[in-house]
């Protein structure tokens, strides 16, 4: 599998310190309540999957980045989950999984969404539960990815970095862009980042196409109603 873009040993190790557990994570754990098998899809370094992990429940991370699953395979509490290298053709359709959660927009980096969509069907349950989230394409984030807006100094564990974001392509949707990542040896790791902006309309027809009913669309983590100035889409729907 690709290790586009989070194949940097260096940025994996920063990725949580830049990603805390936060709302998002709280939502997630409290739709896990009372399930038995959880699906994280597009885990990452597992920061969210570990904590999803209780007695009686499997729980299973996949994530198509081997540095990113190497990281999280390390890490404390890792051997009460199930990891898996691959994308959505990796998801076994079993048919029992109560949940699958994919956080961290992990969504908007998968180009065939509506292949990745019926794949999560497969594995859920019927009455399962598919829960993401999203950016909202209508509050156009992206104009705010400029090297004069994001430029930024910080102290780390990997030394003083230099950091930015720098707009490469934007069409129908699709929004490239690197974000550059200067160490103090002058190193510059730049990472390109591909993301899939799609409406609350077009997640709707992908869901409802792999066999989703039951989809609500709302703007937070608090049940939030959606409105055309929203940044956030949280999806949640039912096999």
Not at 130 to 145: D, K, V
Request: hydrophobic fraction near 40%; charged fraction near 25%; glycine fraction near 10%.
């Amino acid at each position: 599998m690709t290790d586009d873009p989070y194949g940097d040993e260096q940025l994996v190790h920063l990725y949580d310190l830049d990603n805390p557990p936060g709302e998002d994570h709280s939502y997630y754990r409290g739709l896990a309540d009372g399930t038995s098998k959880v699906l994280d899809f597009g885990c990452g370094t597992g920061l969210l999957t570990r904590s999803l992990a209780a007695p009686g429940r499997v729980v299973i991370g996949i994530d198509p980045s081997p540095t990113m699953l190497g990281y999280a395979r390390r890490q404390p509490g890792a051997d009460a989950v199930t990891w898996i290298d691959g994308d959505h053709r990796a998801v076994a359709p079993t048919g029992d999984v109560d949940l699958v959660v994919s956080s961290g927009n992990t969504m908007m980096h998968v180009a065939e969404h509506a292949a990745a969509c019926t794949a999560l069907a497969a594995a859920l349950r019927p009455g399962g539960t598919f829960a993401f989230e999203s950016r909202n394409p209508a509050a156009r984030a992206w104009e705010q990815w400029t090297s004069e807006a994001t430029y930024g100094e910080r102290d780390t564990v990997a030394g003083h970095l230099r950091e930015w974001l720098e707009l490469i392509e934007i069409a129908n949707g699709r929004v490239v862009f690197d974000a550059h990542n200067v160490f103090e040896d002058g190193h510059d790791a730049v990472y390109r980042n591909v993301l899939y902006f799609r409406s609350a309309e077009e997640i709707t027809e992908d869901l409802l196409a792999a066999g989703f009913s039951n989809i609500v669309i709302e703007a937070g983590w608090h049940g939030e109603p959606l409105t055309a100035e929203s940044r956030l889409l949280v999806v949640r729907a039912t096999k």
